[in-house]
């Protein structure tokens, strides 16, 4: 004899604190009720509670956001500061610098060459237009630095032409400066015109160490603006005069000499 067919199962319903559950199929299956322990009811309650509401930590700074599924700020707990008579918060949270990876390639390249010349690759290395971690990192630090200064990260570019980026953790403040072979090739040239030689190899790399920490200071200044350092040329001519002025003279007297006897056809 065929098995009777199950019948379709409605889901169970619930009222105050007691379930009901659908009796098995079969004659004389009486429904039964099931009381719900009170720490149990206490337990679901709380859990129901948390649904959708784990808070989102601030990037930088010790708070906490609740946002809803559009990633705006429902609710907020931690820093703020008074700007302009207003109450102002942060505005980036955990998970934020990801967003980098979803723009385009032209704007990811653009945004990249903003953050490596504010400092905020911090001698890390990254491919242009390409997201990987030293980009998403690096966005990061830019978020974290605009939250701890409660600002844009728009303001916070801008702001790092002028004052890079030197996050605790991040390493020394790169500064740019130029390299040790293009100076020296310069100095020769100059001490060749100005001496009638090249310059020895402790003169040299003091003249090169000298003129670098001039282009240091240039960005270390205190109005966060890089004074102008003059040319390597124009530095290297004045430095070398100064501390040669007989020879400089000799060589410059040879020189109009040379002029002069060429003048009178001599």
Do not use: C, H
């Amino acid at each position: 004899m065929a098995p009777k067919p199950r019948e379709p199962k409605e889901p169970g319903t619930s009222s105050g604190s007691t379930t009901t559950t659908q009796p098995p199929i079969g004659p004389q299956a009486p429904a039964t009720t099931v009381p719900i322990d009170p720490g149990t009811l206490a337990l679901i309650s709380a859990m129901e509670g948390l649904v959708g509401s784990s808070g989102s930590r601030t990037l930088g700074l010790s708070g906490i956001a609740k946002l809803d599924a559009e990633g705006r700020v429902i609710s907020y707990e931690g820093p703020t500061k008074v700007i302009g008579g207003q109450d102002v918060r942060p505005q980036y949270f955990e998970g934020d610098e990801n967003d980098i990876a979803t723009w385009d390639s032209e704007k990811i390249a653009r945004i990249q060459r903003q953050l490596a010349a504010g400092g905020y690759f911090s001698g890390s290395s990254f491919q242009v237009g390409i997201v990987r971690q030293s980009t998403i990192d690096a966005y990061k630090r830019l978020l974290e630095d605009a939250n701890m200064s409660f600002i844009t990260a728009e303001q916070a570019l801008e702001r790092s032409k002028k004052i890079p980026y030197s996050g605790v953790g991040s390493g020394l403040t790169k500064y740019r400066m130029t390299s040790s072979m293009d100076l020296s090739n310069v100095f020769d040239k100059v001490s060749q015109s100005v001496l009638g030689r090249t310059l020895d190899t402790q003169e040299l790399d003091k003249l090169v160490k000298t003129y670098q920490g001039v282009e240091i200071a240039g960005q270390k200044s205190q109005a966060g603006v890089a004074e102008q350092t003059p040319t390597a040329a124009a530095f290297a001519q004045k430095k070398i005069e100064a501390g040669n002025q007989d020879e400089a003279d000799a060589v410059q007297f040879a020189q109009y000499a040379q002029v002069l006897e060429g003048m009178l056809g001599g």
